[in-house]
C-alpha cells in the first residue's frame, strides 16, 4: 500500500494570492487556502517527496514529516524546485539525501544554488545531496518501488511526471504525446493539474484535463495546480464528472 499526501495545491502564487481582493483568495474555506503544488508518497516507512517549492517548510511541519528518503523533481520553475534549501534538517540528521532529476534541471539548480552543488563556492551549512540523473526513456527505482518516467510538455518546456505502481504524478502539462499516455493505463489514481476554466497557454484548464483523463481512463483522478480563478472549492466540486475531484491540501489517499 501507498499513501500519498498532498502538500500543496496551488498555482505558482498559491491562494490567497498576495494582495488579492478575488473572492476565493479571501475565502474561509481551508480547501481554499492553497500551498504551491507538492505530494509526499509513502510506504514501509518510506518518504518520497515530489517536488519542493518555496512552501516546503510550512509543507513539512504541517505534516509532521521528520524522516525523508528520496526527492524526485519534475522541472526547474521555482515554484517546484526553491525551497532546495529547507531540506538542510533532514540532510543534517540523515546525510546526504537522494535526490532524482533531469540534467537540465540539475544544471539550472547548480546554477540557482551554487552554494549547495560547487564545492568551490559551497557554504558548509548548505544541504548534501546524492545526484541521480534520469530521463523519460529509462525506469529506475527507489525504495523498492519501480518508477516510470512520464514526459510531458508545459507549453514548450518537457518536464517530468512518474508513475509508481497503479499511481501517476503530472502535473504542469499541457500536452501529452500518445507514446508518453501509453505509459499510465490502467491507474487507479491519477493526480493531474487543471488551473481553471478558461484556457491558459502552459497549463491545462479543466475541458482540456477532462479529455485526457477520457483517454487514460483512471479509475479516480485527483485535479492539482490550481488557481483562484478555478472558483470555491465547494461549488467547482459538484460540476466535476463523476470520479474526477478537486485535491486540496492536506488530502490523504491510499492505494492498495
Partial sequence: MIKITFLGTGTSQGIPVIGSDHPVSLSENLKDKRLRSSVLISWDNFNLLIDCGPDFRQQMIRSNCSKLDS?????????????????????????????????????SLETRFAYIFNENQRYAGAPEFTVNLIDKENKFEIGGKAITPVEVLHQKLPILGFRIENFAYLTDVKTIESKEIDKI?????????????????THLNIDEACEIIDKIKP????????SHNMGFHDEVSKKLPENVYLSYDGLEIKIS
Avoid: C, W
Wanted: glycine share 4%; proline share 6%.
Fill in 71 to 107: 526527492v524526485l523533481f519534475t522541472h526547474e520553475h521555482a515554484d517546484h524546485t526553491s525551497g532546495l534549501d529547507d531540506i538542510r534538517p533532514f540532510s543534517y540528521r540523515q546525510g546526504k539525501i537522494p535526490i532524482y532529476l533531469h540534467k537540465r534541471v540539475l544544471n
Fill in 185 to 201: 493505463y490502467d491507474l487507479d489514481v491519477l493526480v493531474l493539474n487543471a488551473l481553471r476554466f478558461e484556457p491558459h497557454p
Fill in 219 to 226: 479509475k479516480k483522478t485527483y485535479l492539482t495546480h490550481i
